[in-house]
């Protein structure tokens, strides 16, 4: 086995003799004229002429109204190259050119469809005002738009929602708001029969939850609001069991049914709230005697006939019982 600390005690006298006799006096003035040297060179730099830049300039279009569509994609951003002074490049290279905002409507008010020449020069150079510009790409940016139609869309959700312990969804969940309004060519409307949100997991709820959710895209369509608050309610459930005796409708006079077994436990689920109004008399299962008769082996399944509105996930043990008629004449 390696002794570490026998290693450390031999090679330590070394080390600290290889440190001792090395020459810091002529690292440190390498390190300084080095260091003087860099900043000789920023100054020259900084004073430099028709130093080159390239830079991507992000583009937001503004003022677009809500009922009108762009006729041909638009660009989300544009390359551009200028030749400035090398104080100036650096300062663009450190914190980057301004968003290039366009004014739709006020450019619509001029008639202006399409952002090319001139135009875009002028506003290219607000960017960059001392600097010249040398190229830049795309060289128009087409803003002519359409009238849309509209169409009020209930939202639905797409996704799933699981809940942890002993909660459970209590009841629908809702949108904030419920209607969104859609736009689009009208043959595209008239196959939109709802705006389904983006396909979403809420995973291991415990309590009643409010979320932001996208509306899903549909090409060619324009949802306004484009994003709705989702709200779940949640509540915790515990569960709770009856012994319900099973009765049978419809009986002739004559006759006498005995099912075997002749009660059902049923167990469910309730809220903390509700668990003490619960009592088996809220329960019934009764058969229909032209449904027994039908049965020739003597044996059916059962199902709750009456239940509370407020329980969640009723089962039945067990789920069929026999059953026998009895001549009583």
């Not at 003799?17 to 260091?35: D, E, Q």
């Not at 951003?77 to 290279?93: C, E, K, L, T």
């Not at 689920?269 to 005697?289: N, Q, R, V």
């Not at 006939?305 to 004449?329: D, K, Y």
Request: glycine share 2%; hydrophobic share 40%.
């Amino acid at each position: 086995m390696i002794d570490v600390k026998a290693i450390i005690e031999i090679w330590k006298p070394r080390v600290r003799a290889y440190f001792s006799n090395f020459p810091w006096r002529n690292m440190l003035a390498f390190l300084f004229f080095l260091l003087m040297a860099y900043i000789f060179w920023l100054m020259l730099f900084f004073r430099r002429e028709n130093v080159e830049g390239s830079y991507r300039v992000p583009v937001k279009y503004i003022n677009v109204p809500e009922d009108v569509v762009f006729d041909q994609p638009t660009p989300q951003h544009i390359d551009v190259r200028i030749s400035d002074v090398g104080s100036q490049i650096f300062r663009y290279d450190i914190f980057k050119p301004d968003t290039l905002r366009i004014d739709v409507g006020e450019y619509h008010e001029k008639n202006i469809q399409t952002i090319q020449g001139n135009e875009l020069r002028y506003i290219l150079n607000n960017l960059f005002p001392k600097a010249t510009l040398l190229s830049y790409y795309p060289a128009l940016i087409p803003i002519s738009t359409s009238k849309l139609e509209k169409k009020q869309l209930s939202v639905v959700f797409d996704g799933e929602i699981t809940t942890s312990g002993a909660n459970l969804v209590t009841d629908s969940i809702s949108f904030i708001p419920e209607i969104v309004t859609a736009y689009s060519s009208k043959k595209i409307l008239e196959n939109l029969t709802n705006a389904l949100t983006e396909y979403t997991v809420f995973d291991n709820l415990k309590a009643t939850s409010q979320f932001k959710i996208k509306i899903k895209k549909v090409e060619g369509v324009k949802f306004v609001p484009d994003e709705v608050e989702i709200y779940i309610p949640i509540k915790e459930y515990t569960e709770k069991s009856f012994d319900i005796p099973i009765t049978c409708s419809n009986l002739p006079d004559n006759l006498e049914v005995k099912f075997f077994p002749s009660q059902i436990k049923v167990s469910f689920l309730a809220t903390l709230e509700d668990y003490k109004k619960i009592s088996p008399e809220d329960f019934a299962i009764d058969l229909d005697y032209t449904k027994l008769k039908s049965q020739e082996d003597g044996k059916i399944e059962i199902e709750l006939t009456q239940s509370p509105a407020m329980i969640r996930n009723p089962r039945l043990s067990p789920g069929s019982v026999e059953f026998l008629f009895e001549n009583l004449e």
